[in-house]
């Protein structure tokens, strides 16, 4: 009331909210810089419908539920449809940081609030490193010490990696009692990270809880989820976080993660494929097409992200400009696939073919920056709104958990964008910043060990426990009564995947979680 649209720049945590103003008649919707909260909205004729889930929209008689073909075609690539688009015609996200003003029947304003600046400005861009882990000590320390305050029950989830792990030093810190700290762990070895988590909860000898999640958990979690999600989400270790939530539930009703650092300190493995890239890029197209033949002869493994996936999801970035190839990498489907993919009918309806357009639009808001910081943009208006946060908001809310993400403190975003890129990446090293600072107060095997992820054994579940789930997604006789997409290149994925000659996990599942989505939405076929 006193501020006006004013109010956003003194805020710094989550929200997404609408404020209706009886004296000007009109209303005010807005979402948090990250994009952690969601907030769905729909102009039916003169009425806006908004909610936080799309079931509550949908319900609304003047809400369309036509499918928006480019958005599925979106989803296919990045396995989830990034914002504005929803899966819906007529149904919008309102993207983060933005804020949008409807009076008189209409959209007057939606335009954002505050903007990503990496000029290193505000007096950071010219810090020492030594300077620079300080000033990180402060801000971390406080962002976390903000989180901590709570009228129930708190806890931290720790997966053994360096990010929850700094949430719970810095927890411990700031608290007078002993933290409570929450993982879980899998049969399979190769997705394991519970003896780190374990290791870490020692040295800093909180109340640790683990539980193991089973193949067979897992396929009864599926259908719990799925049916829940508002839009076809390809994630898989949305099971996991899912049942991490479960487990932390029953202890505590707040709980603090590591969310938000990978993408503002370079974090993941395609930044270190990223410094290939260029190498492979000047090579000869036919040199190119005789390494792909090659990595096509591997023999593919079950094991978390395996040296095959690994190469095959490298090549795929070369199907389309550079500056596309983390979606590529990350995603699924790539623009060649989906050419396959998709029906005459369906390639013909849709606009944009490649399904990259996002990319571009980002990286226009963001000109006049290096390729680094421009790919850190790409990823936090992304993979860390329209996935990250999306799975680790809707495993938490489904089991009335709330999830706090102290790396997404707004001072702590602006304070790591204007870093330059050598703290951030040194040589192969990535998040160089973070690990200087944990250096000395977590155990060495900890700081320094590879990023694992948080997934789960889909290749060999569609073999075995999944398989009949997905021969019934997918059969020929469903998929061709949709209309949607081609069932021989279908009916080829399974047969490659099935005789163990591919492992086309994420294309499998992405198609699963589609059609489930559908069934779900439209009814069964």
């Avoid at 910043?433 to 900890?446: H, S, Y």
Wanted: charge should be positive; glycine fraction near 6%.
């Amino acid at each position: 009331m006193e501020y006006g649209t004013e109010m956003f720049d003194m805020i710094i945590g989550m929200f997404a909210f609408g404020i209706y103003d009886f004296k000007e008649r009109s209303l005010l919707l807005a979402k948090d810089i990250a994009g952690k909260k969601p907030l769905y909205y729909s102009l039916a004729g003169n009425t806006l419908v908004f909610a936080s889930e799309i079931k509550a929209v949908v319900s609304h008689p003047s809400v369309s539920r036509n499918l928006n073909i480019d958005a599925l075609n979106e989803y296919l690539t990045y396995d989830y449809v990034p914002t504005p688009n929803t899966i819906f015609k007529n149904i919008c996200k309102l993207e983060a940081s933005h804020y949008l003003i409807y009076k008189d029947g209409r959209i007057m304003v939606n335009k954002p609030y505050w903007k990503a600046n990496y000029l290193h400005g505000d007096g950071y861009g010219n810090l020492t490193l030594t300077d620079a882990v300080n000033k990180l000590d402060e801000l971390l320390d406080a962002a976390v010490r903000r989180r901590l305050m709570s009228d129930v029950p708190l806890g931290v989830f720790l997966s053994g990696g360096i990010d929850s792990s700094a949430v719970a030093w810095y927890a411990k810190k700031n608290s007078t009692s002993q933290v409570k700290t929450f993982s879980i762990g899998f049969s399979e070895k190769s997705y394991d990270e519970s003896d780190i988590a374990a290791l870490v909860a020692k040295h800093l000898n909180t109340e640790h809880y683990q539980e193991r999640l089973t193949a067979k958990h897992s396929l009864e979690l599926i259908p719990e989820i799925i049916p829940r999600l508002d839009e076809p989400f390809a994630d898989p270790s949305v099971i996991p976080t899912y049942f991490l939530s479960k487990v932390t539930r029953k202890h505590v009703t707040v709980a603090l993660g590591g969310d938000g650092s990978d993408e503002l300190m370079a974090g993941y493995p395609t930044f270190v494929s990223n410094k290939f890239l260029n190498f492979f890029s000047s090579m000869p197209k036919p040199i190119l097409n005789g390494i792909s033949s090659v990595a096509g002869w591997l023999p593919p493994s079950d094991r978390n992200i395996s040296f095959d996936f690994k190469v095959r999801q490298f090549l795929k970035g070369f199907e389309s400009d550079k500056r596309n190839a983390h979606t590529l990498w990350l995603g699924s489907f790539s623009p060649a696939m989906k050419q396959q993919l998709f029906t005459p009918q369906s390639l013909a309806a849709i606009a944009n073919h490649n399904g990259l357009g996002r990319i571009s639009d980002y990286l226009k808001e963001v000109g006049g920056i290096g390729d680094f910081e421009q790919t850190l943009y790409v990823y936090f208006r992304t993979y860390l709104q329209d996935d990250i946060l999306v799975k680790v908001d809707r495993a938490g809310m489904y089991n009335s958990l709330e999830i706090r993400a102290p790396f997404l403190d707004r001072t702590l975003v602006e304070f790591l964008n204007s870093l330059p890129e050598k703290y951030k990446m040194k040589g192969f090293t990535v998040k160089y910043i973070l690990k200087k600072l944990m250096g000395d107060k977590l155990p060495t095997q900890v700081v320094y060990r590879p990023k694992k992820g948080f997934g789960i054994p889909v290749s060999l579940w569609l073999r075995n426990e999944l398989r009949d789930t997905m021969e019934q997604c997918l059969s020929e006789q469903k998929i061709n009564k949709q209309g949607l997409f081609n069932y021989f290149y279908i009916e080829k994925l399974k047969k490659e995947h099935l005789s163990g000659k591919r492992n086309h996990r994420k294309l499998l599942w992405n198609l699963m979680i589609f059609e489930m989505w559908y069934d779900n939405y439209y009814g069964k076929l």
